[in-house]
């Protein structure tokens, strides 16, 4: 396997240990988001006998329908409707038409004319090559549409709940207060790392250019004796 490779399936690897990741982190602000709004109180209560007292199946099929309706239509409504005015703020800011996913210069071919013709030459290093590049813009719409709920969630659980009630997350930064300065600091850095990633992971969102594959940059992908 030649360093180019190595370093795509590293990269793929990464990606995927991430995507587990902020998937877990989705399903907890989900939880803690629906818990405050109807028990007044995020996943901090939770116990094994808090859930047996007041969980039963039909909060699982209510939260798993949310869930669902949530990810399914809202979070993709609500970017659908934004997302544009976002465009066009964060182009004038930078001055840059990068945010407008301008199209690609010569040498890019779109994926699916790529795939096609891998199909019929047979050439099966770059089929894999084309289906790679697919795999790694789903992975990333995934992570973005995580990333864009944890946000849309944790607002809400902000905006709706009483002022005593606090999403867990902000209640993690009010906890590790009382510890000594050298504990607290890092604690709070590495949240406000967090909340940042989580913010740029929300704008990494597929543009009409992610369909469009620079074959020249793998010139060795095109010849059959690969195969």
């Not at 995507?19 to 629906?34: N, Q, R």
């Not at 993709?76 to 409707?81: A, E, K, V």
């Not at 800011?93 to 890019?108: A, L, R, V, W």
């Not at 050298?182 to 909340?195: A, C, D, M, T």
Request: charged share 15%; glycine share 6%; with cysteine.
């Amino acid at each position: 396997m030649d360093v180019w490779s190595q370093v795509k399936v590293s990269a793929v690897q990464k990606a995927m240990q991430l995507s587990w990741l902020i998937g877990l982190l989705t399903i907890i602000t989900f939880a803690d988001c629906y818990l405050i709004l109807k028990h007044g109180s995020g996943v901090s209560i939770l116990s094994f006998e808090w859930i047996k007292t007041n969980i039963d199946i039909r909060d699982l099929i209510i939260g798993t329908g949310l869930f669902s309706f949530v990810f399914a239509a809202v979070i993709p409504g609500f970017w659908f409707i934004v997302w544009p005015f976002l465009q066009i703020a964060l182009s004038k800011i930078t001055n840059s038409s990068i945010f407008f996913g301008k199209m690609p210069s010569d040498g890019f071919t779109r994926a699916e004319v790529l795939m096609a013709r891998a199909a019929k030459e047979g050439n099966m290093a770059l089929l894999r090559y084309c289906e790679q590049h697919k795999q790694d813009i789903e992975t990333r719409n995934f992570i973005s549409t995580c990333a864009q709920g944890i946000l849309v969630l944790t607002f809400t659980a902000w905006a709706l709940s009483p002022p005593e009630v606090l999403p867990t997350v902000f209640e993690i930064q009010s906890y590790v207060e009382q510890f000594p300065w050298y504990i607290e600091k890092p604690v709070n850095g590495s949240l406000v790392l967090f909340y940042m990633a989580v913010l740029v992971m929300s704008f990494m969102r597929k543009t009409d250019s992610d369909n469009y594959i620079g074959i020249a940059l793998e010139p060795k992908l095109s010849n059959r004796k690969l195969v």
